[in-house]
């Protein structure tokens, strides 16, 4: 392969930046999602205390506690609740808080359940407060309160439901209510993977997906994934594109080396900490128009034309795990690792 196939002049082959590409992601995932325990990688200490609170209610023959799991998207969230289900043997019902519209919807679900059913909710900061009115008493006490008739004739009609495990899923644990939050027997927080974990999850896809990478670029595609197991899955697959359109390593010339690793990133403007140009906008917008910050979220949100809810989602985690980024009361500011990165200086001063 000639070095200008493989370099930034290639924009011609520019793929989907890797936030944008929701039902790709959804079709890797199933293909990919790990159908047994020993199967998912990382996260130990979560799998473990799920698996006390499981094989208790198991020995109980109860259905299991609700559950909340909070964290970054793409880190294994619904994979989980698939887990728990399949442990429990039992079905899973799946919805998402702003596909719940109206208190009907949720009777309709929730009379509908099976006994020991899972209830997957994913989304669940987005659950309207009229509907979160109508989860409580059926969390709490397997009770259905429904309001029939209007004004002065206006009854409440109760119905008992049969046991079932509710799992939540969000990733913004802090824009759940207080009562909503106090009703899981557990919370557990995914964090972002290391990136040991993520190369063996990179492995695994490989081999479950028949691509040929070396341990070089195992290395670097895992290094470049931001900790979530979604955007390695995503960068594996588009580096087996690059290396099969332009050659890579290997017997056939179609394994992912390191020079097809690399070349890839840079097709994708991801850096080598995984940052993309959204990140370094992000970062380069506070400190070249709000001197490093600190900045308000809302001003900060105006500046990037971004929505405020994207940025607290999506690019901030990562971003305060790399320790680049730092959320204080007065707003945010960038850390000197940030110039650092970025070869910036910082306020004049050599880095
Ligand atoms: N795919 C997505 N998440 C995974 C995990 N934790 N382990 C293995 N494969 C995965």
Redesign the pocket.
Known sequence: MSREAKGGKNKAFLMPKPHSNQQEDRNI?ST???TAWD?????EKIKHGLRVILDAAKKRKEAADHLLFSGPAGL?KT?LAYLVARDLGGIIRTTSGPAIEKTGDLAAILTNLTPNEILFIDEAHRINPMIEEVLYPAMEARKLHLVVGKGPSARTLSLDLPPFTLIAATTRENLLSQPLRSRFGATMRLGY?EPADIKK?LE??AAILGIAADLDAVEILARASRGT??VA?RLLKRARDFAEVHGGGGPDGTAIDRTAALATLEMLEIDEAGLEPSDRRLLTTIIEKFNGGPVGINTLSAALAEDRGVIEDIYEPYLMTLGFLQRSSAGRVVLPAAYRHLKIKDRGELL
């Open positions: 995932d990919l999602r790990p199967e998912y990688i990382g996260q294994g994979t993977y999850i695994r896809s197991p979604r899955n």
